[in-house]
């Protein structure tokens, strides 16, 4: 399998952030890590060896990205309001950088599909709805899509427009929520210890309510919120969809 490490000085945050790219060919899967993990966690936790198979077909191309969650809602020396801005400041690090980094190794456009696991997959699913015109779609995996989850009680504006759980029920932009109802959309979680099934489940009802086609998919009781759960529900998502 290609693989191939890549960093540049974020202007955006204001310091070095690394990607790892797997594979040469497909449609783009960009991978945000877990809680305050790097760019390399889903190498390390067999993650990329689970979908190699995929990769190595062209079927899809891997990009995993470095997190700055222990600058923001994971850091208790900060101010809540500085949490916030770092939390923008990397959305636009992935506006502004990452999707043109991947359009230009991709040599042209190429649909991107946002993924991750736990608070992976809040900012994967939360660049999606805030950007649908950018991504194609994400399988966001044992996510909690409401922000004051992590905000220990502050909440601005900054928060809202991170927080799906607040600022999709009051969207009404026609055309975002069109670019929304042609993407792919798929939320999954386990019933086992430590995952929250009825985050994803009410992810759904807001999404219902809108109108915007998705899946629900809830696995068992035995999947808990760790490795093994995601290392079958990846694959999974790959088999069925590609």
């Known amino acids: 399998m290609n693989r191939e490490i ?3 000085w974020s202007p955006r945050l204001d310091k070095n952030m690394e990607i790892a790219v797997y594979g040469h060919f497909g449609p783009a899967l960009l991978m945000f890590p877990s809680a305050a993990a790097d760019y390399l966690e889903y190498e390390r936790f067999y993650m990329i060896d689970s979908i190699a198979p995929y990769i190595e077909a062209g079927k899809i191309k891997v990009f995993s990205i470095n997190s700055i969650n222990a600058e923001s809602w994971l850091n208790r020396k900060m101010q809540p309001h500085h949490k916030a801005i770092r939390h923008q400041s990397y959305n636009y690090y992935i506006f502004d950088e990452v999707v043109p980094f991947i359009q230009m190794h991709c040599q042209g456009h190429t649909p991107i ?9 809040l900012h994967g699913a939360n660049v999606f709805f805030r950007r649908p015109d950018l991504f194609s779609g ?3 995996m044992s996510g909690v899509y409401d922000l004051t989850q992590y905000s220990d009680g502050f909440f601005n504006e900054d928060c809202y427009f991170n927080s799906p759980m607040h600022y999709l029920p009051n969207l009404s932009d026609h055309n975002t ?3 929304m109802r042609h993407s792919r959309i798929t939320i999954m979680s386990g019933q086992g210890a430590y995952e929250a ?3 994803s489940r009410a992810l ?3 999404l219902n309510a809108k109108a915007i086609p998705h899946e ?3 696995w068992g009781y035995d999947m808990r919120h760790d490795w093994p759960t995601w290392r079958a529900m990846l694959p ?3 088999e069925t969809h590609f």
């Open 6 to 8: 890549h960093s540049w």
């Open 113 to 121: 599909i946002t993924t991750g696991v736990s608070l992976g997959a």
């Open 138 to 140: 994400t399988v966001a």
């Open 177 to 179: 929520l069109e670019q």
């Open 197 to 199: 099934p009825d985050a």
């Open 204 to 206: 759904s009802n807001v």
């Open 216 to 218: 629900l998919d809830v």
């Open 236 to 238: 999974y998502y790959m």
